[in-house]
């Protein structure tokens, strides 16, 4: 072989994600926000402290909720460039296609809507019994829609910015990458659950679980990131229009925590999963399956590290609301 096809070969770019790369990039989505985290509330603390003022009269504020929410994009978006160049791997290597037939992207659509609608109750059912056996529960800080111009920022910010780099980093790379070591449903499962964790917080695994699981089994279908990114702002912007309606008009959509509550949040859990299975069943089943090929050997232990790390992050993170 040449030297000159030596050095073509050197530089060849990767066109795919592995299993390795779901590793180590779950991992630095870890410990790079967090450290900044740690950072900015030191900072906070110190600025709070020489204005003889609580901490959490800046971190409620606004603008600077909009300008953290604006770093984690940043972030998020500076691993995805980073981690392709240095480690030599194409950007169209997370599969963003747009080019689907249109009835495609109205299921996508569908699917965003019906997720909401049929998920949200069991989500508030589960609270409720945290509640009950005495976890603290946490309402979070967000952007409240109370005019139409926060409301605008508020679905740039919650609804926008997260659905480009979250599916970039966990649908784009992660799960891609498992997809060359897992069969479908580990997969999907993994991805899910290391998206749970990346939100280090045990009321908040649930939900980010199941959509994870759904927006995962979408790019299966569709093989483009987009239909994760469609589905995944459509909730968003769904959650922030219904809180920006409530403000406006008082009208809510929350239910009393009677028992009926309960069977409703469950039937509609299994109405939802039943409209997905014939969705996938006599919709997709039509639809061309991209077909990956499944690496040998053994799983990198870069996943195993960063699970391992996030779940401690998670008990560290549970432990603190109970002191």
């Not at 649908?171 to 991805?191: D, M, V």
């Not at 959650?239 to 925590?257: C, D, E, H, K, R």
């Not at 050997?297 to 993170?317: D, E, F």
């Amino acid at each position: 072989m040449s030297s000159k096809q030596t050095n073509n070969k050197t530089f060849e770019k990767r066109s795919i994600y592995r299993h390795d790369d779901s590793g180590k990039v779950f991992l630095a989505c870890l410990i790079i926000p967090l450290a900044i985290s740690i950072l900015i509330s030191i900072i906070i603390a110190q600025i709070a402290n020489q204005h003889d003022i609580e901490p959490t009269e800046i971190t409620s504020n606004m603008w600077f909720l909009t300008g953290y929410a604006i770093l984690n994009f940043i972030i998020y978006i500076s691993i995805y460039l980073i981690y392709n160049k240095v480690c030599k791997i194409e950007y169209k290597a997370v599969n963003l296609k747009f080019k689907m037939p249109w009835h495609t992207y109205f299921i996508i659509i569908a699917v965003g809507i019906i997720s909401l609608f049929g998920i949200q109750y069991f989500i508030g059912a589960v609270d409720n019994l945290l509640a009950l056996i005495g976890f603290p529960l946490q309402e979070g800080t967000s952007i409240n829609p109370t005019d139409f111009g926060t409301f605008m920022l508020a679905v740039f910010v919650l609804a926008l910015l997260p659905a480009i780099a979250e599916e970039l980093i966990f649908r784009g790379i992660i799960f891609n990458g498992l997809r060359t070591k897992f069969n479908e449903t580990g997969e999907i499962l993994i991805s899910a659950i290391m998206f749970s964790l990346m939100h280090g917080s045990f009321q908040q695994f649930v939900y980010p679980f199941i959509l994870g699981s759904i927006m995962a089994w979408l790019v299966i279908r569709t093989g483009s990131i987009f239909s994760s990114m469609l589905v995944h702002f459509i909730n968003n912007f769904l959650v922030v229009m219904f809180a920006y309606i409530q403000n406006a008009t008082g009208w809510s959509m929350s239910l009393p925590g009677e028992w009926w509550f309960y069977l409703i949040a469950f039937a509609l859990l299994f109405v939802t999963a039943g409209i997905l299975i014939i969705i996938d069943k006599y919709y997709f089943k039509h639809q061309s399956k991209e077909q990956v090929e499944i690496q040998k050997g053994r799983t990198s232990p870069y996943i195993y590290v960063s699970i391992i790390v996030a779940v401690i992050i998670l008990i560290v993170n549970t432990i603190t609301l109970f002191a």
